[in-house]
């Protein structure tokens, strides 16, 4: 299970999601209206993976999604299937992040450095979908041996 490529691609995709909770992917000021003053505010606030609920559950399932991945090594096709489910987890969840930052007040915010852990789960399971390919390709071709 761990000698394989992909189970290192899924844990560091699993890890990096795990990571994109308390780490912020955009930070800058946000238009609030107060409740009780009825006056305009503009908060310094971050845009983490914990800013929305959807977000947060979002985040949540796709990093156990790759952690139960890994486990599904003897069925790659299984295997293969919920790496995909990942991957376009992964880009909604990006999709997601850029929507929220455009919640934020133009000119007055910036995209931080840390929104390369957002990008790095696609690229993890990507590389993880490849060495599942991979391994369901040695197998066919040691099957066709036989």
């Not at 790659?76 to 995909?84: D, P």
């Not at 910036?110 to 599942?132: E, H, K, N, Q, Y």
């Amino acid at each position: 299970m761990i000698q394989r490529i992909q189970s290192i691609w899924l844990l560091l995709a699993s890890l990096l999601s795990f990571v994109s909770l308390q780490t912020s992917f955009y930070s800058g000021n946000k238009a609030i209206t107060n409740l009780t003053t009825n006056l305009p505010e503009q908060p310094y606030t971050k845009l983490t993976g914990m800013s929305g609920i959807f977000m947060l559950i979002f985040t949540i399932g796709i990093a156990l999604l790759a952690l139960i991945t890994i486990f599904l090594y003897k069925t790659r096709k299984l295997q293969l299937r919920l790496a995909l489910a990942g991957l376009l987890g992964s880009v909604v969840l990006i999709v997601m992040y850029y929507l929220n930052s455009k919640k934020f007040i133009p000119g007055q915010g910036s995209l931080d450095l840390t929104a390369l852990i957002v990008m790095g789960i696609p690229f993890f399971f990507f590389l993880a979908i490849r060495g599942i390919y991979n391994d369901e390709t040695l197998v066919k071709s040691a099957d066709k041996l036989r």
